[in-house]
């Protein structure tokens, strides 16, 4: 983003917003934040998160600055009585 501004690919109407999240967001990164705020857990938080949810295989597929692209998956245990396998066998 500093460097869409910086080359002024940014609209001037935005241009402040985006340094003020900026500033909220990368360089106060962990401050307490209010209602309102953007509120990031760390990847760790995240991958913490998924495990919790009894996600396997977590991990990280990409990431920059703030952003990141995970990865988990759930597998589903069709012999379960409520699992789509034996609802279509019932039929």
């Not at 209010?34 to 991958?47: F, K, M, P, V």
């Amino acid at each position: 983003m500093q460097s869409a501004i910086a080359q002024g690919v940014v609209p001037d109407c935005l241009r402040e917003s985006l340094r003020m999240w900026i500033t909220r967001n990368v360089v106060q990164f962990g401050s307490p934040r209010a209602s309102g705020d953007d509120c990031h857990e760390t990847i760790e938080t995240q991958l913490a998160y998924c495990s919790a949810a009894g996600l396997t295989g977590a991990r990280i597929l990409w990431q920059r600055d703030l952003w990141a692209i995970l990865f988990a998956q759930k597998v589903l245990d069709l012999s379960e009585p409520g699992s789509m396998a034996n609802r279509r066998r019932a039929q």
